[in-house]
Nanobody, 119 residues
Framework: QVQLQESGPGLVKPSQTLSLTCTVS??????????WHWIRQPPGKGLEWMGL???????GYSPSLVSRTTISRDTSKNQFTLQLTSVTPEDTAAYYC???????????WGQGTQVTVSS
């Protein structure tokens, strides 16, 4: 059974860089035709797709966040990470890492981690 677990700081100051890690167990992030995503949900708002990294290492980003977002991976640890630079209070959200089977079908979600941007 594939499991995803987000980790990272719960509080980040404005202008700093937010870094989150998703640890995957029960399956390798480098095999299959899976895509590994970061999705967030600000308080009272809907889900917002941030970006992805594919099993072969290709990345893609939301046009609205591309200038501030980097997704990378550590294959030795079976982890992928999100870095979001120059955060503002508008980046306060629950952040989720998610696996996609392909065709937009998300089949495994992490439990999410709450990040608050505040001084």
């Amino acid at each position: 059974q594939v499991q995803l677990q987000e980790s990272g700081p719960g509080l980040v100051k404005p202008s700093q860089t937010l870094s989150l890690t998703c640890t995957v167990s029960g399956g390798s992030i480098t095999t299959g035709d899976y895509y590994w995503h970061w999705i967030r949900q600000p308080p009272g708002k809907g889900l917002e797709w941030m970006g992805l990294i594919g099993a072969r290492g290709t990345t893609g980003y939301s046009p609205s966040l591309v200038s501030r977002t980097t997704i990378s991976r550590d294959t030795s640890k079976n982890q992928f990470t999100l870095q979001l630079t120059s955060v503002t209070p508008e980046d306060t959200a629950a952040y989720y890492c998610v696996r996609e089977l392909g065709g937009g079908q998300y089949d495994h979600w992490g439990q999410g981690t709450q990040v608050t941007v505040s001084s």
